[in-house]
């Protein structure tokens, strides 16, 4: 069987001397199985859960505005049944007047890797070719909308179209006592509104002592691979 995440993690390359501990797929899966908490899951694999569960002990995230199930749209206690596209339009308008303006950022409710995440924008009526793609793709699935947040100027001038963040891996083992595994500083790229890697992001490895960047980004191997001492974007 070919070993994809040989290729996918970059580990023919000549710098790459720990290559031996690194896990296959088979032996990740395995691993978490036997550590995952399968009661607490389910609020990491709902965007909507999640929000809801740990806004309760003060833990800051982004303002949540509401969420649709389908054409039913949820927002601070009112449902409302959109039918088109305009609908969606007045709503957002809406939304703008009563809390201030600023991006709303949509992603659904179960999704991962920053598929299908994109911003609502406030169009006029008289353009609607972006409002009629938001709402068939929101009306076909179920979302999440926050407030987008506002980055610090450093990482804005580097990637402006995405909140730029850190991944920071831990794991719990059954002591209970949470372990650093690693951290990387993501960026996107191609003026996509996420920074995740598996939608074309570069990544950047943090040293865990200094807190310093290592001098090189990466992409992963089915977005070429390639090494980046400068943002392949600005």
Do not use: M
């Not at 550590?35 to 607490?40: A, L």
């Not at 596209?85 to 890797?113: C, M, N, Q, W, Y």
């Not at 407030?147 to 719990?172: E, M, W």
């Not at 191609?190 to 290592?214: E, I, M, P, T």
């Amino acid at each position: 069987k070919l070993p994809r995440f040989y290729f996918k993690h970059l580990l023919y390359r000549r710098d790459v001397e720990n290559w031996r501990s690194y896990l296959t797929d088979r032996e990740e899966q395995r691993v978490q199985a036997a550590i995952k908490d399968s009661i607490g899951r389910p609020f990491l694999n709902s965007k909507l859960l999640f929000h809801q569960h740990f806004t309760i002990p003060g833990i800051e995230l982004p303002r949540l505005i509401g969420y649709n199930v389908g054409p039913t749209f949820v927002w601070h206690g009112r449902h409302q049944r959109l039918t088109s596209a305009r609908e969606l339009a007045s709503l957002i308008d809406g939304i703008h007047r009563e809390t201030g303006g600023g991006r709303i950022f949509a992603k659904p409710v179960g999704g991962i890797h920053g598929n299908q995440c994109f911003i609502l924008g406030s169009p006029p009526l008289a353009a609607l070719d972006q409002t009629e793609r938001d709402f068939e793709e929101l009306r076909s699935g179920s979302f999440i909308f926050e407030h987008a947040l506002v980055q610090h100027s450093a990482l804005s001038a580097i990637h402006p179209d995405s909140v730029n963040t850190l991944r920071v891996v831990t794991y719990t083992p059954h002591d209970g006592v949470s372990q650093l595994v690693s951290t990387l500083l993501r960026f996107g790229a191609g003026g996509r509104c996420v920074d995740n890697a598996s939608s074309g992001g570069v990544f950047v490895k943090v040293d865990a002592q200094s807190g310093a960047l290592l001098p090189y980004a990466r992409k992963f191997h089915e977005f070429g691979g390639t090494v980046h001492l400068v943002h392949p974007d600005t």
